[in-house]
């Protein structure tokens, strides 16, 4: 068998409200999905992390960078063709999205050798722990609006995530440390004393201000404070870490086995949250989740993009080991982005239902069964938002 063509899809639709993060608004949304053909007939899906000019931008390194790398090559070696690619790249980018397509490629190999064996990808990596994933909604972005109605909104929309069977809900702020308490109590007193809540700053305090809202969050019972202070500040997360008593959880920003070498042995996670669709694909992914185990971290994996992804991330929580054991461990959880996203919801030829599966069985989502990462994209969908 030998890859023959590798084509990238970049789908684009306008939302239908602006939403944004501590970092930006936007208004439309973006998936980046990798084909690689073969002579054999068999095509493996995968996805590249990043929206909008960047994901054009890693359309041009899926294309004219990496596919002459490896076609003709047998995609059944993926780890042969991963170092291959990551050593030609390693001149020119070991972080960011040179692993971000690289990512899209090794995802759809993967598939191509589930396809191959006829078994899913749960059962390439060694079999499922758990044929179910409860899975949690996230919300509450930000909106141009005032204090007092980001205030009420947080606290509706918190209510309502957790009505609609998700065993857990996160939200963001960024719209400084004093109002984003506010926010946070709101939610709060959205879902109640009893119910998981988890805080995703995107990076936006320093070490001070974060410091300020984690204590808070102590007082709240939150269960995590996501991505604290920017992915560089290791010793940042060191003091949080050791300086509350909230979960501190991160890394979606950092990339490969030498990124996470660094991050785990600072010290300064209590939850990582690797990203397989931007640290290196399934193969690096796995590196990094036995890194994460020797270092006694539990793994969260963080979710963002269409339906193929969250059907790999499905995969991989299916077969990740619990840590650290027992009979009673806590189960990793899907994140899911409870925002209208039609390249999630529509795009595949028989759709995973998410939401309707998390409201009808208590919280929890079957992880397909089907060869490979177990789903396939509709190709007329995908040739109606596809921009160039």
Same mark, same amino acid.
């Given at each position: 068998?030998?890859?023959?063509?590798?084509?990238?899809?970049?789908?684009?639709?306008?939302?239908?409200?602006?939403?944004?993060?501590?970092?930006?608004?936007?208004?439309?949304?973006?998936?980046?999905?990798?084909?690689?053909?073969?002579?054999?007939?068999?095509?493996?899906?995968?996805?590249?992390?990043?929206?909008?000019?960047?994901?054009?931008?890693?359309?041009?390194?899926?294309?004219?960078?990496?596919?002459?790398?490896?076609?003709?090559?047998?995609?059944?070696?993926?780890?042969?063709?991963?170092?291959?690619?990551?050593?030609?790249?390693?001149?020119?980018?070991?972080?960011?999205?040179?692993?971000?397509?690289?990512?899209?490629?090794?995802?759809?190999?993967?598939?191509?050798?589930?396809?191959?064996?006829?078994?899913?990808?749960?059962?390439?990596?060694?079999?499922?722990?758990?044929?179910?994933?409860?899975?949690?909604?996230?919300?509450?972005?930000?909106?141009?609006?005032?204090? /007092?109605?980001? #205030?009420? $909104?947080?606290?509706? &929309?918190?209510? *309502?995530?957790?009505?609609?069977?998700? %065993? =857990?809900?996160?939200?963001?702020?960024?719209?400084?440390?004093?109002?984003?308490?506010?926010?946070?109590?709101?939610?709060?007193?959205?879902?109640?004393?009893?119910?998981?809540?988890?805080?995703?700053?995107?990076?936006?305090?320093?070490?001070?201000? /974060?410091?300020? #809202?984690? $204590?808070?969050?102590? &007082?709240?019972? *939150?269960?995590?404070?996501?991505?604290? %202070? =920017?992915?560089?500040?290791?010793?940042?997360?060191?003091?949080?870490?050791?300086?509350?008593?909230?979960?501190?959880?991160?890394?979606?920003?950092?990339?490969?086995?030498?990124?996470?070498?660094?991050?785990?042995?600072?010290?300064?996670?209590?939850? /990582?949250?690797?990203?397989?669709?931007?640290?290196?694909?399934?193969?690096?992914?796995?590196?990094?989740?036995?890194?994460?185990?020797?270092?006694?971290?539990?793994?969260?994996?963080?979710?963002?993009?269409?339906?193929?992804?969250?059907?790999?991330?499905?995969?991989?929580?299916?077969?990740?080991?619990?840590?650290?054991?027992?009979?009673?461990?806590?189960?990793?959880?899907?994140?899911?982005?409870?925002?209208?996203?039609?390249?999630?919801?529509?795009?595949?030829?028989?759709?995973?239902?998410?939401?309707?599966?998390?409201?009808?069985?208590?919280?929890?989502?079957?992880?397909?069964?089907?060869?490979?990462?177990?789903?396939?994209?509709?190709?007329?969908?995908?040739?109606?938002?596809?921009?160039?």
């Amino acid at each position: 068998m030998k890859i023959t063509a590798i084509h990238s899809h970049v789908l684009q639709t306008d939302m239908p409200e602006e939403l944004g993060y501590s970092q930006q608004y936007y208004a439309k949304r973006t998936a980046h999905l990798v084909e690689v053909q073969t002579d054999e007939g068999i095509t493996g899906w995968g996805e590249c992390f990043g929206p909008g000019n960047v994901a054009l931008a890693n359309k041009g390194i899926v294309e004219r960078v990496i596919a002459p790398m490896v076609l003709g090559s047998d995609p059944l070696d993926r780890d042969v063709l991963w170092h291959r690619v990551y050593n030609l790249l390693r001149d020119h980018g070991q972080k960011g999205m040179p692993l971000q397509a690289l990512s899209g490629v090794d995802i759809a190999l993967w598939d191509i050798a589930g396809k191959v064996a006829g078994l899913p990808l749960h059962k390439l990596i060694g079999g499922a722990h758990r044929t179910q994933v409860q899975a949690y909604g996230y919300g509450m972005m930000l909106k141009r609006e005032s204090v /007092a109605d980001h #205030v009420a $909104r947080f606290a509706d &929309e918190a209510a *309502a995530i957790r009505d609609m069977g998700f %065993v =857990a809900t996160k939200m963001k702020v960024g719209l400084g440390a004093r109002d984003d308490v506010k926010l946070c109590e709101a939610v709060r007193r959205g879902v109640g004393p009893d119910f998981d809540f988890m805080v995703d700053a995107n990076h936006c305090y320093t070490t001070p201000d /974060a410091f300020y #809202v984690g $204590r808070a969050l102590e &007082e709240l019972g *939150a269960y995590w404070f996501e991505e604290p %202070v =920017a992915p560089e500040d290791l010793d940042g997360y060191r003091e949080l870490r050791a300086g509350l008593k909230v979960n501190i959880s991160g890394g979606e920003a950092e990339f490969n086995r030498w990124g996470w070498r660094a991050i785990l042995e600072n010290r300064g996670l209590d939850i /990582a949250q690797p990203e397989v669709c931007a640290l290196g694909g399934i193969s690096e992914y796995l590196r990094v989740l036995a890194l994460c185990h020797a270092h006694h971290t539990p793994v969260i994996n963080h979710v963002w993009g269409s339906a193929i992804a969250v059907a790999v991330n499905l995969q991989l929580l299916a077969a990740m080991p619990p840590l650290p054991g027992g009979l009673f461990p806590r189960e990793p959880w899907l994140e899911f982005d409870t925002t209208l996203n039609i390249f999630r919801d529509e795009m595949l030829l028989e759709p995973l239902n998410i939401q309707q599966q998390v409201a009808d069985n208590g919280g929890f989502v079957t992880v397909p069964t089907g060869a490979g990462i177990g789903v396939e994209p509709d190709r007329d969908f995908i040739a109606r938002y596809e921009i160039e």
